[in-house]
Every structure is written in C-alpha cells, then in structure tokens.
C-alpha cells in the first residue's frame, strides 16, 4: 500500500513538472498569446502543491524552472528568474490558501511575498554582476521593444509604421522606467487574482479544500483606499518629480483595485440576469481588448463606492 502510495506521488511529481514546463515554454515562445499563456503557469504548481503538500510543491516549482530555463538556452537567468517568481504565485497562493484567510488578505500576502522576493533576486543579480539594477530593467525594455518591433515586422507591418512605432516606444521608455513599480504590483496582482479564480474551481471540483471566500461579484474595495487615489491625484498637480511619480504610480495601482470592483459588479449583473456563457465571454473580451470599455469599468468600480450599484449595503445593513 505505501509502496503504490509512494509510486502515485512519484507519478503527480513528474507530471506536474512537465505539464508546468510545457506550459512556461509555450509561454516563452508564442508571441502574441505568451502573455496569455504564462497565466496558468501558477496553476498547476498551486494544485500539486494542495494535493502533495509543500515540499513537493517546492521541488515541482525548482525543477520546471530549472528545465525550462535549461532548455530554452538563451538568457538563461532572465529566464529562469521570471518563471521561478511566476511559479511563486501557486506555491504562495497555496500557502495562503492553507492559513484560510480573507480573500483580501489572500492576495495582499501573496503579491507582497512575490514582489518582496523578485527584488532581493533582482538586487543579488545586481550585487554579483557589478550591473546596476536601474540598468538591468532598462535593458530588459529595451529587448523588449526591439521584441515587439520584429513582432510587428513579421505581421507584414509597414515600414514607416514600424519606425513610428519605434520613436513612439522610445519616447516612452523613460515614462516606463518611472512607472516600474506600478507595472510590476499591477502584474503580480492581475496574475494572483486570475489564478486564484480559476483554482477555486479545480479545487472545488477536485474536492481539494479552498477558502469559502464567498460570492466574490459582491467583493469591494476597502472604503479608505479611496483617500490613496485623491492623495495621489493631488501628487500629480506638484511640479516635484518625485512627487508625480509616486502620483502616477498610485493611480494606476488603484485603478486596478478599481478595475477588480468593476468586474465583479459586471460579473453579479451577468448573474442576476442570467447571461448566456457566450455573450458574457465576448463582452469579457471586449473589456480585455478596447481600451475606452475598461476605463467605463474601472469607473463603475470606482463610483460603486457612492452609488452601490449592487446594492450591498442596504443588504448589510
């Protein structure tokens, strides 16, 4: 009996590592959907890691990492930092997921977790290669412009358009360099969120525990981080550069916090008017893809805070 025990784990080892493989490398070389993709690189690592328990969870998040970035060959480090602080989403959302807390709490200590170790990777890479970190991000952009430029030049692009786009990226590189911060909390923050919805259902459905956080489309921002957004409106009318970057910076984070209030308002309405799957895909896609659609959304988070589209607090009161 321990003998097929142990030969069953042995078996969800291997195929989690190879599954979280397969999935970082199509990550790294589909171009247009590898954004999309490195979703679901957290998942599996997060699922093995509730069904194995934490060591083996570690092992699956190292080994995939190292294969990955192994065979791959370029830039071997780049790589296997990124996949290694991707993958650190599933083992640290299981983490949270194990200490059963609030849902705000369950995202709010996975991003800082990840955050906090990509910088200390970051600033040891920094240390040991006599680089200075400034200089590895800029660099990072710069490779990935010239990336998005050979993207662009490969769908048949023209010219004159591709050398627009280039002064436009360009232009656009210091403005990038000062939101650094906000790039990077937002990501981690959009990744921990996803990932966290799709496995409360695998975990559901696997019958593998999972916080009951609730009926998430009647989820809200605190109240008081209403005050972070105005103080950091009021930064921005500073002449100080420090200021307006720290301005800018929290503006686009809590336009994410806003954007998530926003979608689960989308989400209850699609609900109380029992929307067909495929419409509401498409107006999800809708949201993803134009830009003018997300900022109405992100305002609808925004104001619910007066106008309680949901109606929330009548109920709680």
């Known amino acids: 009996m321990t003998h097929i025990a142990h030969g069953q ?185 996803s990932n966290l919805l799709l496995a409360r259902l695998l975990l559901q459905r696997t019958r593998l525990f999972c916080p009951d956080f609730g009926r998430l489309n009647q989820w809200k921002a605190p109240d008081s981080l209403i005050w972070v957004a105005i103080v950091s409106g009021v930064f921005l009318l500073f002449d100080y550069s420090g200021l307006k970057t720290l301005g800018i910076n929290g503006l686009i984070v809590m336009m994410m916090i806003y954007f998530f209030q926003g979608i689960a308002i989308v989400s209850f309405y699609f609900e109380k008017k029992q929307f067909p799957k495929l419409p509401r895909a498409l107006l999800y896609g809708l949201i993803a893809m134009q830009q003018l659609v997300l900022l109405v959304v992100i305002a609808v988070g925004l104001f619910d805070m007066w106008i309680d589209f949901r109606r929330i607090r009548k109920v709680e009161c």
């Open 9 to 193: 784990i042995h078996k969800d080892v291997i195929t989690a590592i190879a599954i979280t493989a397969l999935i970082s490398v199509a990550a790294l070389h589909l171009s247009l959907l590898g954004a999309f993709v490195s979703l679901f690189v957290p998942l599996p690592i997060l699922f093995y890691r509730s069904k194995l328990g934490r060591a083996f969870g570690l092992l699956i998040l190292v080994a995939s990492t190292l294969i990955v970035a192994a065979v791959t060959g370029r830039h071997f480090i780049g790589t296997a930092v990124f996949l290694f602080v991707l993958g650190l989403v599933g083992l640290i959302l299981s983490e949270a997921f194990e200490m059963n807390l609030s849902v705000e709490k369950t995202v709010a200590v996975t991003t800082s977790v990840v955050l906090t170790t990509g910088a200390v990777i970051l600033a040891l890479y920094s240390l040991l290669s006599a680089t200075d970190l400034w200089a590895v991000v800029s660099d990072y952009l710069n490779r990935s412009i010239k990336l998005a430029l050979a993207m662009y030049s490969e769908m048949d692009v023209s010219e004159e358009k591709i050398q627009m786009l280039a002064r436009s990226m360009e232009e656009g590189l210091h403005m990038m360099l000062r939101i650094i911060p906000a790039i990077a909390i937002v990501t981690t923050l959009f990744v921990v969120w």
